[in-house]
Each structure stands twice: as C-alpha cells, then as structure tokens.
C-alpha cells in the first residue's frame, strides 16, 4: 500500500492455516480452524527451520532465473533474440501441503488442529492430523531438519513445502493460494516480451484479464497457423480460449466482458467482468458459491452472494455448461448422502448437508440455506435419496436474523418462519406425513423436532415452510434422527468429587458459549471485530488459561459472566510506543479522537482495573496500569482538534475522570508485587498532583475551594441535569441561556434552556448557540510546572480534524459551554486515590521500615480526611424552603437529603454566581460509598438509599435510571444522562451499595432478606439488559423499555421502533459484571494479607448452586462451591459452602 501497488483502500483478507482433512465426505476440504502464529511468537528452532526451507526455495528461485539468463544470452548470440516471442508465466508459488510451516521438521509433532507457543514452546491442542500430507516422512519420523539434510537431500525438491504460513503470506494481498481458486490460487503474473513484434509504450497499462487458455490460440497466431478441426480420424474439441495477441499489439485496446472458467482439485471459479464466484468444493450439487465484486473486493473478503442471488444462479448455469462441455466432472456422484432440492432458485444447499452444529439461530459462521429473496410465500426444501429410508423423526433448525441491526434485518428479513410441516414421496405423490406434535416447532437456538405417528419408507421427504408476510427466512440444519441424550455424571454427595464434576461442567460450559459468542461476530454492522491479536480461533483457548471460572444455577448469570470476558477478549492489544511495549484495553475499537495514541480511553479506566484484576495472569493489567501512570499518556497532551477545545489543556491520562490509583490498589490486594508497587508509587504521586494541580477548586471563602471541579463532558457524562440547573442560574457568558422563550412545543412559553441538553432535539440548538462566541481556539501551551491555564467561556470543535492517518477530514462543528460543577463522582474518586496512596506507603514503611515512607502515608492520609469532610459538609444537603432553581411540579416534591452538585466556586465566566447547589437526585450521589468514605458510626446518610429502591426516584422497570424519575427534566431520551441508564455507573452503585450492606448497615443491625433481594433485582435487570444476543452497550433505556419485543419477549436490536438493548457500539467495555458477580454478589473479598472472607449478598431462595473457581488469589487458586440441597435422600436442605486452596478443602 505504501508503495501503490496494492490500492489504499484495499482489506487485506484473513490469513489462516487449515485443517486438511476432510469435514465430511463429498464436502469440505479445508476449514478453517487456528489462526496463524506471529513470527516473535515462534520458538528459536521454528524459526531456522523455517528459514532454512525459504533459503532453499531462494535458491531454487535464483537457479531458475540464471538458467533463464543461459537461454536469453544463447538467442542473442544466435542472432534471434529480437524477433523470438518469450511468455514468462508463473504458477502460484510456494505449496501450503505438510501444515502451517511446511515439511514436518520434527515428524510432525506441530501438526494439530489447535495450539499455541507459549515460553518458546509448542502446546498442541486439538486432535493430531492424520491426513496423507501430516505423516509423509520417508526417515521414519523423525522429521526432515536443517541438519540431516544430507539424507533427504535428494528429493527435497518436494520435501520443501512451505506451508500454509508462507503460502498464504506470498500471495497476500490475494486470498488462499496454490491449489485453489481464489485470487491468490489463479491471479498469475504473465510477461510478454518480443522487441520485433511488440512496441513498449513506456508505461504500465493494465490489461483486460487473460487465462491460460489463452496461451495457445495467441501462438497459434504468432506462427500463422490454424487449429485443426480434427487430429488423424477424431475430431478435436473447440479451443476455450482467444488469442492475446491484438492486445498485446495494442495494449490500449479495449476487449468486451467474457466468462472464464476454473477447475481444481474440487475447487471451481467462474468471472465475467468484475464478477467472480468461487467455491471450495465442486462436490455438492448444487455448488455452494461465494460471489465477489473484483472491482472493489479484490481480496475476497466480502461474499455477496445473499445479496444477488440472481447473479449467482446466472453464473452458475454458466459454469455447469462449461463443466459439461470439457468433462470438469472428476468426482462421481454415486455419495453417501442425498440430493437436494428446493423450491428458491440459485440457493445454497448445501448448508443443508454440511452437518455443523450451530450454537445460536444467528450463529454467522454455520452456513445457511435462505428462503430469501421470497417473503410470505409457502416454500419447501427437499431430500432425494440413493435408496428409499424409513425416517422417524426431522428435526430443523431455524436462521433468526431477529437480533441484527435494522442496517442488515431490513436487507433480508430473515426471522423464523409462521408455520412448517413435513411431506413424504408416498404412491408416487406428496402426501403430509402425521406428526405427534399438534404444532411443529418454530423455537431458534435448537432444534426443532416433529416425531412421526409411524415409521414413513420413502425415497424423498419434504419441508414445506409458511413464512411471516413481508419477512424471509432460512435454515441452519436439518436432521432425521433426534440425537441421543449425552451422559451426564450425576451429582455426588462428596464434596471434592462434586468440585471435579462441577469443574468440568463449568469449563464444557465456557466452551460452549464462547463458540456462541464467536458466531456473533458479523452479526452485524454496529458488532465490532477484536481489536488485537486475539480472535475467532484462538480466543478459547486464551479464556480457559486466564480466566476464572463460574456456574451456577441460573443460565443467565453464567453465560453473562462468560460474555463479558468473551467481551473483554476483543479490547485487549499490544501497543507500542516510546520504544516500549504495553497491554492496553479499548474501549471501543478503533482510534476515536478524544483517545489516548494507542485507542484506549482514560474514563472507563477504573472500572476496566477492577474486572481485569480478576484475571489469572497480572501482566496485563500490570502493563495496562503502567501506560496510564507511567507511559507516555502521563506526560503526552491529548489531542483536541477532534473533541473539545479549550477547556483544561491536560495528559492523556486525565482526558476524563477516572481512579485509576485506588483501583490499582484492588489489584494489588489480589496479586500482591511489593516490586511493582514501590516502581509505580512515584508516578502515581505525579497522577495524584495533576489532578490537584488543573482541577483542584482554588477560590478561598467558597464552599467549594479545596474540592475537584470538572465538565460533564469530561466525567464521561455527555451533559447533565445538574450542570443544566448550574447554566440557568449562571449570568454572565451563559445568560443567553435563558434570554428567549420557545416558540415551539412542546416547550411554547418557557424559557429556551429547556431545550438544551436535557431534551433529545436540544444538543443541536445549544451547539448553535456557543458557536457564537466563535470557540475554535486552540488551548494554550502549558506546563504542569507552571500551569496557567485558563478555559474560555466556549469550547468547540472544528469543521475538520486529522485522522490516525494524518489526513484531514471534514465535520459538523460543535459547541459547548465550559461551566464547571463540583460533583461527587471526581471528588470520591479523588478520595479514593488519595486513601490508595496511604494504604500503599504504609504497606510500604511496613515492609522496609523506611521513616520517609511513613511520612507520605501519614500525609495522604491527612488529605484524605480533609477532602472527606470537605465533601460532607460541602456537597451532603437537606433540601429546604431556601433552595431555588427547584423543578418538581410533575410527579412530586424532593424532601430527603443527598449527595448533590454545586457550581464550580472558581468558574470565570458565570457572572459571579458560584457554589450554586443543583438540586436533583443523580446517581453519582452514591458515589461515595463505593470507596468506604462516610463514617462508620453516622447513620444519618443511610437514608439516601430509599432512591434505589423507589421508582420515583432510580428504580425504573428496565433497569436503574441515572436521575430520579420524580424531577421535571427526567428525560431517557436525550444523549445525556438525564436519567438514561448507563452501565458505567450502574458498576459504582451496584458495589456502593454492597459496601453499604457489608461496611456500614451490617455493623449496625441484620442485613435484611430485602436488602439482598432488591440488589439482586438490581443486577438481574441488568443481567436481563444483555439480551439474548449478548451485548453491552453504551446506554440503555430505563422507563419505556424499548428493548423488548412489542408483546414481550426477547431482546432484539433491530427497528428503532423496536428499541435495543443496548444502545450505541456494542461489546463496549465501558462498565464491570465480572467483580459485581465476584466480589459484591458472591462477596469475595480480598486483602492486602494472606487471607480473604466470602460474604455473599444473594438472597436465600434464587439459586440452587453457584461454583467460583480457577481464582487467583496471592499465587493459590482458589475454588468455592455452595449448593442450597447437598443430598437428595436426606430430608431438607442441607445448605453448605465448601472452599479449596490449591485442591485442598
């Protein structure tokens, strides 16, 4: 690309290695299965093999080129060169026969269907391959070697493949290579050269596309001879091909569409123009082709044949006449399994045969055969066997595009069907076959059987389909016998014989759903790809290696914690930068704007630390805490053209809010590193002094001097009824704010800030309304050693910005009002990272003794009262008759005191109104019980809870709601939280109010069963929220409930009319379930000693059994397993909670 050669916006293709034994006999030759290694990744004597082998094929390649050299100096010493016609033609490289590396160097040993390097060794995974190339050793195994190539020397001709790896990698940009008929399989280079008969033009020109075939009609011109009709007495077939000669003559010469055609080793193509269908296989009839638009998919990366099936079937006829007029039939037909026929022209079939099994109705990697493009119509498939059978039952499994994004359900409409039944071939007509079940099934996610009232004996069988009007819709497999039940261990009344049966269950279980979760990956366009070197191929075996271990009795739980690790695996990349080598966690993928240089993002920093230190191995969060606090986003400036300018001039570490100290401490109290620790203390000092330094309030004699201050914007909140109520009072630079009354509904009369921020129509008027003041100035330079700094009233971003390509792109510009509010989500966070600091220098002067070590614990912990009881005093009220800017008219008064925000009391362009109390209940107000900050012996604040369970306040149906329900703005419908729900702090409130329970309540009388229930009724809505398709997105909506179905039902992420889920970029890591379900549910609590407690929250009658295992707790793995009945022949229950360190009970 750099170079031009391969077009900028050309996507290279996946390069995987595969399995070459067959799936299923008459079918696939080649699936796809691991993908392939890095070359850093690769072991020291992996490498000299497989660097000896390319220096042989060098080698072969230079002897070529001399011998080329021989001849080409022979015709001109002969005085012929100039008029003598050489075709230079080349055959598709290197073969990807013996495995991923070629020739079996150690007899074979890395020939598995999975694996991994690990340490510099191989760890097979899988079942060995058995096929002729995996066991094709002439000396008895032990592998062809750079150093006994003296004894294989002779035939090393063909003993030098070079394997899939290299194989696929010498025909990139192309997709497969030799053997197959993709691009990287047939795209040829071809040179003709013939100085007499052919004049350069002196530049490139690009040729209409030419075939072997063509070789000889084009010599039979040059040598003025015609073909003959006939050869002795037979008579001779047609020439296939046309003479390239008139285009070499005139390389500007035009030549008109025609179909080519390819057949190899069961592998077909055909193309006209930029048209090009493929197929693995020949061997199913119908083909079941892949189609490619050549002219903006050159690398088949994009199949597009569901979208022109007319195209398809079209092409198809046309390479089955040519199959027929050349004999390209090499495969008999006599198989072992039945044709198929169907009802939908052109459709592919042989999904229907291809014996996968799917793990969803929307699983994207089985094959489907679609209905579509017929909708509400009565379509049929059917079976012809060799022989007639006696079937019993048939079982379908139904494609349900339900769950798609409305960008693709609208392209096809694909859903399950209305009705189905079954026919059979009987007396020489179609006949309904009676079935046991009154209604045929139509469930998704299964098979849906239907068990004949007696055995039928037929030769063909049907399934005649009723689809929904205006929908389409397809089917994943289809069987004739229901499978046998598989055995399960039963449970046993033995402790550590449950722990191994509930063991393997638990892993089964991972398994089973991250083969789910894979198959959602272009589910699609809002779904995302991994962001790193994990993927589709080798992320299973990564989670069962990292990841601890959960199951428990209800499925919804266990698949949702299993998602967001599957969720987790997509954000996680390497990332270089300043010559260092980092793990870093994304966000979302790509490189938005308001990120740090490697994609990843400050704001969700915190919760991401405490899901992530739940992992078995550190090193990832280790790397990932040491690029914020000591890699380049600690000193480097965040990039503003493309976000909001002149606000706060600031690291990438401090673009949004986070607490990123207190929460490396939660990792430190599960993997404890004393060495790590003491390295990364001085830099998260300098964390710590940023965030005093540019958002410290620095105004003596107001309430809020000594606190933190912050945008919306920037505490990762887009905009807030809070910061709403600070412009309405504001004069000054924001006065216009309320100059002007509406004219329009539905805000007619009133005041024009109603419509800004907290409406959905309203961002775009306030936009127009700070671009007034002309905002685009870019901040000022600055240094933290000298910060002077100061925002202007507006801030803005331009009509343009530079991608990550440097490349200037075009935008809507925006504004936005700088008005700064003290809230208790920073301010907590502040604490917490000051109560970290602390902790750690005690644990510390502890260790070593040291007297300087103390003294900054000594300090830290002075700070840390101070910013408490600033908080207390500054931000806890009791709301009185003295308030104003109050709005509860429609759904009732505010009485109880909260946690509330107050106008910033160093703001410059408010007209002097500072302090200003905004008075509505947020859920940031719980802020502070997420860190243990109010005292332990003042129930005054306990009151504030009453909110979470009312649904006037942030109890909603669907899920908690980020603004008391009962205020005048509350507004789910505004891209604000203005009491849309979010996930991000949902994570704070969730483990907020576990504390309380653990920290605070407990200490002064019962936790009560109702306490635990309405947590539980909490996280299960949000459970619940994941949706079927599991997904987590950016925000939710917690009143309507439009993530349902009319009628109830599934989640779907579809139709805006039908809501979703989620909103926004979905698998958003953003928010935590791992540790909400670790330590706040199941209440497994860590410490900085060498022991832990387990203090569960969940009510009494919700599950049955819950198992927590593979937990790496201080280097012991810990397992955990409860079950509420322990034995089925003793009466009651015997509710018992067993715990194991390293196996032992």
């Given at each position: 690309?750099?170079?031009g050669?391969?077009?900028?916006?050309?996507?290279?293709?996946?390069?995987?290695?595969?399995?070459?034994?067959?799936i299923?006999?008459g079918l696939?030759?080649?699936?796809?299965?691991?993908?392939?290694?890095?070359w850093?990744?690769l072991?020291d004597?992996?490498?000299?093999?497989?660097?000896?082998?390319?220096?042989?094929y060098?080698?072969?390649?230079?002897?070529?080129?001399?011998?080329?050299?021989r001849?080409?100096?022979?015709?001109?010493?002969?005085?012929?060169?100039?008029n003598?016609?050489?075709?230079?033609?080349?055959?598709?490289?290197?073969?990807?026969?013996?495995?991923?590396?070629g020739?079996h160097?150690k007899?074979g040993?890395?020939?598995?269907?999975?694996?991994k390097?690990e340490?510099?060794k191989?760890?097979?995974?899988?079942?060995?391959e058995?096929d002729?190339?995996?066991v094709k050793?002439?000396?008895g195994g032990?592998?062809?070697?750079?150093?006994?190539?003296?004894?294989w020397?002779?035939?090393s001709g063909?003993?030098?493949?070079q394997?899939?790896?290299w194989?696929a990698y010498?025909?990139?940009?192309?997709r497969?290579?030799?053997?197959?008929v993709?691009?990287g399989?047939?795209?040829?280079?071809?040179?003709a050269?013939?100085?007499k008969?052919?004049?350069?033009?002196?530049?490139?020109?690009s040729?209409?596309?030419?075939?072997?075939?063509?070789?000889?009609?084009?010599?039979?011109?040059?040598?003025?001879?015609?073909?003959?009709?006939?050869?002795?007495?037979?008579?001779?077939a047609?020439l296939?091909?046309?003479?390239?000669?008139p285009?070499?003559v005139?390389p500007?010469?035009?030549?008109?569409d025609?179909?080519?055609?390819?057949?190899?080793?069961?592998?077909?193509a055909?193309?006209?123009?930029?048209w090009?269908?493929v197929?693995d296989n020949d061997?199913?009839?119908?083909?079941?082709?892949?189609?490619?638009d050549?002219?903006?998919?050159?690398s088949?990366?994009?199949?597009?044949?569901?979208?022109?099936p007319?195209i398809?079937?079209?092409?198809?006829?046309?390479?089955?006449?040519?199959?027929?007029?050349?004999?390209?039939?090499p495969f008999?037909?006599?198989?072992d399994?039945?044709?198929v026929?169907?009802?939908?022209?052109?459709?592919?079939?042989?999904?229907?045969?291809?014996?996968?099994?799917?793990?969803?109705?929307?699983d994207?990697?089985?094959?489907?055969?679609?209905?579509?493009?017929?909708?509400?119509?009565?379509e049929?498939?059917?079976?012809?066997?060799?022989?007639?059978?006696?079937?019993?039952?048939v079982?379908?499994?139904?494609?349900?595009?339900?769950?798609?994004?409305?960008?693709?359900?609208?392209?096809?409409?694909?859903?399950?069907?209305?009705?189905?039944?079954?026919?059979?071939?009987?007396?020489?007509?179609?006949?309904?076959?009676d079935?046991?079940?009154?209604?045929p099934?139509?469930?998704?996610?299964q098979?849906?059987?239907?068990?004949?009232?007696r055995p039928?004996?037929?030769?063909?069988?049907?399934?005649?389909?009723?689809?929904?009007?205006?929908?389409?819709?397809?089917?994943l497999?289809?069987?004739?016998?229901?499978?046998?039940?598989?055995?399960?261990?039963?449970e046993?009344?033995?402790?550590?014989?449950?722990?191994q049966r509930?063991?393997?269950?638990?892993?089964?279980?991972?398994?089973?759903?991250v083969?789910?979760?894979?198959?959602?990956?272009?589910?699609?366009?809002?779904r995302?790809?991994?962001?790193?070197?994990?993927?589709?191929?080798?992320?299973?075996?990564?989670?069962?290696?990292?990841?601890?271990k959960?199951?428990?009795s209800?499925e919804?739980?266990?698949?949702?914690?299993?998602?967001?690790?599957?969720?987790?695996?997509?954000?996680?990349?390497?990332?270089?930068?300043?010559?260092k080598?980092?793990?870093?966690?994304?966000?979302?993928?790509g490189?938005?704007?308001?990120?740090s240089?490697?994609?990843?993002?400050?704001a969700p920093?915190?919760?991401?630390?405490?899901?992530?230190?739940?992992?078995?191995?550190?090193q990832?969060?280790?790397?990932?805490?040491?690029?914020w606090?000591s890699?380049?986003?600690?000193?480097?400036?965040q990039y503003?053209?493309?976000?909001?300018?002149?606000?706060l001039?600031?690291?990438?570490?401090h673009?949004?809010?986070?607490?990123?100290?207190?929460?490396?401490e939660?990792?430190?109290?599960i993997?404890?590193?004393a060495q790590w620790?003491?390295?990364l203390?001085?830099?998260?000092?300098?964390h710590?002094?940023?965030?005093?330094?540019i958002?410290?309030?620095?105004?003596?004699?107001?309430?809020?001097h000594?606190?933190?201050?912050?945008?919306?914007?920037?505490?990762?909140?887009?905009?807030?009824?809070?910061?709403?109520?600070?412009?309405?009072?504001?004069?000054?630079?924001?006065s216009?704010?309320?100059?002007e009354?509406?004219?329009?509904?539905?805000?007619?009369?009133?005041?024009?800030w109603?419509r800004?921020?907290?409406?959905?129509?309203?961002?775009?008027?306030?936009?127009?309304?700070?671009?007034?003041?002309?905002?685009?100035?870019y901040?000022?330079?600055y240094?933290?050693?000298?910060y002077q700094?100061?925002?202007?009233?507006?801030?803005?971003n331009?009509?343009?910005?530079?991608?990550?390509?440097?490349?200037?792109?075009?935008?809507?510009?925006?504004s936005?009002?700088?008005c700064f509010?003290?809230?208790?989500?920073?301010?907590?966070?502040?604490?917490?990272?000051?109560h970290?600091?602390?902790?750690?220098?005690?644990l510390?002067?502890?260790?070593?003794?040291g007297h300087?070590?103390?003294?900054?614990?000594?300090?830290?912990?002075?700070r840390?009262s101070?910013?408490?009881?600033?908080?207390?005093?500054?931000?806890?009220?009791?709301?009185?008759?003295?308030?104003?800017?109050?709005?509860?008219?429609?759904?009732?008064?505010?009485?109880d005191?909260?946690?509330?925000?107050?106008?910033?009391g160093?703001?410059?362009?408010?007209?002097?109104?500072?302090?200003?109390?905004?008075?509505?209940?947020?859920?940031?107000?719980?802020?502070?019980?997420y860190?243990?900050?109010?005292?332990?012996?003042d129930?005054?604040?306990?009151?504030?809870?009453?909110?979470?369970?009312?649904?006037?306040?942030f109890?909603?149906?669907?899920?908690?709601?980020?603004?008391?329900?009962r205020?005048?703005?509350?507004?789910e419908?505004?891209?604000?939280?203005?009491?849309r729900?979010?996930?991000?702090q949902n994570s704070?409130?969730?483990?907020?109010?576990?504390?309380?329970?653990?920290?605070?309540?407990?200490?002064?009388?019962?936790?009560?069963?109702?306490?635990r229930?309405?947590?539980?009724?909490?996280?299960?809505?949000?459970v619940?929220?994941?949706?079927?398709?599991?997904?987590?997105?950016?925000?939710?909506?917690p009143?309507?409930?439009?993530?349902r179905?009319p009628?109830?039902?599934?989640?779907?992420?579809?139709?805006?009319a039908m809501?979703?889920?989620?909103?926004?970029?979905?698998d958003?890591?953003?928010?935590?379930f791992?540790?909400?379900?670790?330590?706040?549910?199941?209440?497994?609590?860590?410490?900085?000693?060498d022991?832990f407690?387990?203090?569960p929250?969940?009510?009494?009658t919700?599950?049955?059994?819950?198992?927590?295992?593979d937990?790496?707790?201080h280097?012991?793995?810990?397992?955990i397993?409860?079950?509420?009945?322990?034995?089925?022949?003793?009466?009651?229950?015997?509710?018992?909670?067993?715990v194991?360190?390293?196996?032992?009970?």
């Open positions: 690309k750099k170079l050669v391969v077009p900028q916006q050309q996507q290279l293709p996946a390069v995987d290695s595969f399995h070459n034994q067959s299923m006999p696939q030759t080649g699936k796809t299965r691991i993908g392939l290694p890095a850093n990744d072991p004597d992996v490498k000299k093999e497989t660097l000896f082998r390319r220096s042989m060098n080698a072969q390649i230079t002897s070529m080129d001399d011998n080329i050299g001849i080409v100096r022979m015709l001109k010493a002969e005085g012929a060169y100039e003598t016609l050489i075709l230079f033609v080349s055959d598709n490289g290197c073969s990807g026969e013996m495995g991923v590396f020739t160097f007899g040993m890395y020939d598995f269907t999975a694996g390097f340490k510099g191989f760890i097979p995974g899988g079942e060995k058995t002729a190339w995996a050793d002439k000396l032990v592998g062809y070697q750079k150093d006994n190539y003296e004894k020397k002779k035939f063909w003993a030098t493949s394997g899939q790896g194989a010498s025909n990139t940009p192309f497969k290579f030799k053997k197959f993709h691009e399989g047939i795209a040829s280079p071809f040179i050269h013939w100085p008969g052919l004049k350069s033009k002196n530049k490139i020109i040729h209409p596309y030419f075939h072997f075939i063509d070789i000889m009609p084009t010599l039979l011109e040059v040598a003025g001879i015609e073909y003959p009709d006939h050869y002795q007495d037979k008579k001779r047609s296939e091909g046309t003479s390239m000669l285009y070499l005139d500007e010469k035009s030549i008109l025609r179909s080519l055609f390819w057949q190899h080793e069961t592998h077909s055909a193309r006209n123009g930029n090009k269908i197929t061997r199913a009839s119908p083909i079941d082709w892949e189609l490619y050549l002219s903006n998919d050159r088949e990366a994009h199949d597009i044949s569901d979208q022109h007319e398809v079937s079209a092409m198809d006829d046309e390479w089955q006449n040519f199959a027929n007029r050349v004999h390209a039939k008999p037909e006599d198989r399994f039945p044709t026929r169907t009802s939908v022209n052109g459709a592919k079939v042989a999904a229907l045969l291809d014996g996968w099994e799917p793990k969803t109705s929307s994207q990697r089985v094959p489907r055969f679609s209905f579509h493009p017929k909708k509400g119509s009565t049929w498939f059917e079976y012809e066997f060799e022989v007639p059978q006696e079937i019993t039952t079982g379908v499994y139904w494609f349900d595009e339900a769950q798609a994004a409305a960008s693709f359900r609208n392209e096809r409409k694909e859903i399950l069907p209305q009705s189905w039944r079954v026919l059979a071939w009987v007396d020489n007509e179609w006949s309904e076959v079935v046991q079940e009154r209604d099934g139509i469930e998704r996610d098979y849906n059987y239907v068990t004949f009232e039928i004996y037929t030769q063909k069988i049907r399934v005649e389909v009723q689809l929904h009007a205006e929908l389409s819709g397809g089917v497999g289809c069987r004739f016998q229901a499978p046998v039940e598989k055995y399960r261990e039963p046993s009344d033995d402790p550590d014989h449950e722990l509930i063991k393997a269950l638990a892993k089964g279980t991972l398994d089973d759903d083969d789910e979760f894979n198959g959602y990956s272009h589910l699609n366009g809002n995302p790809e991994f962001d790193g070197w994990l993927n589709k191929q080798n992320n299973k075996p990564f989670l069962q290696e990292s990841i601890p959960f199951l428990c209800h919804d739980y266990t698949e949702v914690f299993n998602y967001r690790w599957w969720m987790i695996t997509k954000h996680l990349k390497r990332w270089e930068e300043d010559n080598n980092y793990f870093v966690f994304t966000e979302f993928p490189f938005p704007g308001w990120a240089n490697s994609g990843a993002i400050p920093a915190g919760h991401q630390f405490y899901d992530l230190r739940w992992m078995r191995d550190p990832y969060l280790k790397s990932y805490a040491e690029y606090l890699g380049p986003p600690s000193h480097e400036m503003q053209n493309n976000c909001w300018l002149s606000t001039p600031r690291p990438q570490s673009h949004y809010t986070s607490w990123m100290i207190d929460a490396s939660a990792m430190l109290k993997h404890p590193d620790r003491d390295r203390l001085p830099s998260m000092e300098r710590q002094e940023i965030w005093d330094l958002f410290g309030v620095n105004a003596p004699q107001t309430t809020t000594g606190l933190y201050k912050c945008l919306d914007m920037y505490d990762a909140n887009e905009f807030t009824i809070s910061t709403t109520l600070g412009l309405i009072a504001s004069e000054g630079s924001f216009d704010y309320t100059a009354l509406n004219r329009e509904d539905p805000y007619k009369g009133e005041e024009r109603r800004y921020f907290t409406d959905g129509k309203g961002w775009q008027a306030a936009f127009n309304e700070g671009l007034k003041s002309k905002p685009f100035v901040p000022q330079a240094e933290l050693d000298n700094t100061q925002p202007q009233p507006f801030g803005g331009h009509d343009w910005y530079i991608d990550k390509d440097g490349e200037r792109k075009t935008k809507n510009p925006n936005y009002p700088n509010t003290v809230r208790p989500s920073l301010n907590c966070y502040m604490y917490g990272n000051l970290s600091l602390a902790n750690l220098y005690s510390q002067a502890a260790e070593d003794g300087s070590s103390k003294q900054k614990a000594d300090v830290y912990a002075k840390a101070e910013l408490q009881k600033n908080i207390l005093d500054s931000l806890w009220h009791h709301p009185s008759a003295e308030d104003t800017f109050v709005f509860y008219k429609k759904r009732g008064a505010i009485d005191p909260f946690f509330y925000s107050r106008l910033a160093d703001n410059l362009h408010t007209g002097g109104v500072v302090d200003q109390l905004s008075l509505v209940r947020e859920t940031v107000g719980y802020t502070p019980w860190f243990s900050m109010l005292p332990h012996d129930s005054q604040y306990d009151i504030a809870w009453k909110q979470f369970g009312d649904e006037m306040g109890r909603q149906p669907f899920g908690m709601s980020t603004t008391e329900y205020h005048d703005f509350f507004n419908m505004s891209y604000g939280w203005n009491g729900g979010w996930p991000f704070v409130v969730y483990k907020a109010y576990a504390k309380y329970l653990r920290d605070y309540k407990a200490t002064r009388s019962a936790i009560s069963e109702e306490d229930q309405l947590l539980y009724d909490h996280v299960t809505q949000y619940e929220l994941h949706g079927r398709r599991r997904s987590i997105g950016e925000w939710y909506l009143r309507t409930g439009g993530y179905m009628g109830g039902g599934d989640v779907v992420q579809s139709l805006p809501g979703k889920g989620f909103g926004d970029v979905q958003y890591f953003h928010s935590t791992p540790d909400v379900l670790i330590e706040d549910l199941i209440g497994f609590q860590g410490s900085h000693g022991s407690e387990i203090h929250l969940l009510p009494k919700k599950w049955k059994f819950f198992y927590l295992g937990l790496r707790y280097g012991h793995d810990i397992d397993l409860w079950k509420e009945d322990w034995s089925s022949t003793t009466p009651g229950m015997q509710s018992k909670l067993f194991w360190v390293d196996g032992k009970r």
